[in-house]
């Protein structure tokens, strides 16, 4: 008996030496790539708060983009889903330019001032460079799909400083309803080295602050650890959370099928896209909705930092954002979702908190990860997020926005790869193994 449970005990750590070892490498190859990703995005965007003039260019650059992945990248447009689709089932493989072009595009997305995110970027380094390690080391078609799973969690967790998000992240992002738990080590060990090596090479992310409020409530001389009222404001923020959610995804499909449909010349859909970007930003009047968002341009604009702040965003900054993203990544234009998804957030957050007479900061961090959990159908990880970027004194209210946006978000988000092992609500778009199991699982107590 005891040889038997030793036995087992040496093969788990085994299991943890040889994943150890294998994903140190990876992350840090990964951390390095994000932490050089990161230092040339920053520079870019201010290098054009600058030179104001090079938004006139986006249409040009849109079609630099379209030629660069036209001639170089074909196998590697898909992006984040192709590496979703080969964590489901390795077949061709991620290429190796991918994690290169990625980055060379996010960065000239964002010079001219195309509205994208990061994550999109961080992700595809993570599963490109995977990818090549696996190949170096002949992993089998199994370890291919668990060291592609850690190379998401590596770019993730380095490029938003979330290594415990990033290991959630990618191993819920993978299938909604399903978490591969076996992968759930390659992937802790990977989103803390990708972290810690972005750290090591100085590059810092931005910090948000959300002031402490009473949350306590006294009902009938008894004490409340949570207040009734504030938590009823919370689900009906989150609710609208989860369907601006399913609005951006929508949004930016709609966008992309319509160019596809009615522009035959392909390389003419990235400058209509860039014209109207341009022409949105004179008839507003400022450059608020450009690029990221973080920092700010000129002083009092609309970032997704002041929006956790009283009169930090307008009332429709968060719908102004949803337009230029969805025009942005609609018509070819390369970066992520995910940090446009915290600015519409935050910005939504600060706007129903104004209305609804809440605190302003905590809404605006319930909508920047509530929307991003609903986008991307991954609540647990944003609930950590929400844990990892504002500290735990909120953690029930992270939880109940994330998981109430994640429902009223609808059962696809903006991965089109992502699959429905087990649907929100039970119907018929079961995955067939997961329906037959229920029905085993309920046969029993049939009457």
Excluded at 100 to 124: D, N, W
Excluded at 332 to 352: D, Q, R, S, W
Aim: charged share 10%; net charge positive.
């Amino acid at each position: 008996m005891f040889k038997n449970i030793f036995s087992k005990q040496f093969a788990l750590l085994k299991y943890l030496i040889r994943w150890t070892l294998i994903s140190i490498p990876v992350a840090v190859a990964v951390g390095s790539m994000v932490a050089l990703f990161l230092w040339l995005l920053t520079a870019a965007i201010h290098f054009r708060f600058g030179h104001t003039w090079l938004l006139y260019f986006l249409p040009v650059a849109g079609v630099a983009i379209h030629l660069l992945y036209k001639f170089y990248g074909q196998s590697a447009e898909r992006g984040n889903n192709l590496i979703i689709d080969e964590i489901h089932q390795p077949g061709a493989g991620v290429p190796k330019r991918m994690a290169p072009l990625i980055l060379v595009t996010t960065v000239i997305t964002h010079l001219f001032g195309g509205s994208a995110g990061r994550e999109g970027t961080a992700v595809q380094i993570g599963g490109s460079l995977a990818n090549l390690f696996g190949s170096w080391l002949k992993l089998s078609p199994g370890d291919k799909k668990l060291i592609l799973t850690a190379g998401v969690a590596a770019g993730f967790g380095a490029v938003f400083g979330t290594p415990l998000t990033g290991t959630i992240f990618a191993l819920e992002v993978i299938a909604i309803g399903r978490i591969q738990y076996n992968a759930l080590l390659p992937c802790l060990i990977a989103g803390l080295a990708g972290d810690l090596t972005v750290s090591a090479w100085g590059v810092h992310h931005t910090l948000y602050h959300v002031d402490i409020v009473n949350i306590s409530q006294e009902l009938y001389g008894r004490h409340l650890t949570v207040s009734l009222w504030l938590l009823a404001k919370v689900v009906v923020a989150s609710a609208l959370f989860g369907l601006v959610s399913y609005a951006f995804a929508k949004a930016v499909h709609v966008v992309k099928k319509f160019g596809l449909k009615w522009i035959k010349l392909t390389w003419l859909i990235p400058v209509i896209g860039g014209l109207i970007i341009i022409g949105l930003t004179l008839a507003i009047g400022k450059p608020d909705y450009l690029s990221l968002g973080v920092d700010a341009e000129y002083p009092g604009a609309v970032t997704v930092v002041s929006a956790f702040e009283h009169g930090g965003a307008h009332a429709l900054s968060w719908l102004w954002k949803l337009i230029y993203t969805a025009i942005t990544l609609g018509t070819g234009f390369k970066g992520g979702e995910v940090t446009p998804l915290f600015y519409i957030g935050a910005t939504l957050g600060n706007t129903l908190a104004e209305i609804m007479n809440a605190p302003v900061g905590l809404f605006a961090a319930l909508g920047f990860i509530a929307v991003f959990a609903g986008a991307t159908n991954t609540p647990l990880a944003c609930t950590l997020m929400g844990i990892e970027l504002f500290g735990g004194h909120y953690a029930l209210f992270f939880a109940v926005a994330c998981f109430t946006a994640y429902f009223f978000s609808g059962e696809k988000g903006i991965y089109s790869a992502q699959r429905t092992e087990i649907p929100k609500v039970p119907g018929d778009n079961l995955n067939p193994d997961a329906g037959r199991y229920l029905k085993r699982m309920f046969s029993k107590y049939r009457v």
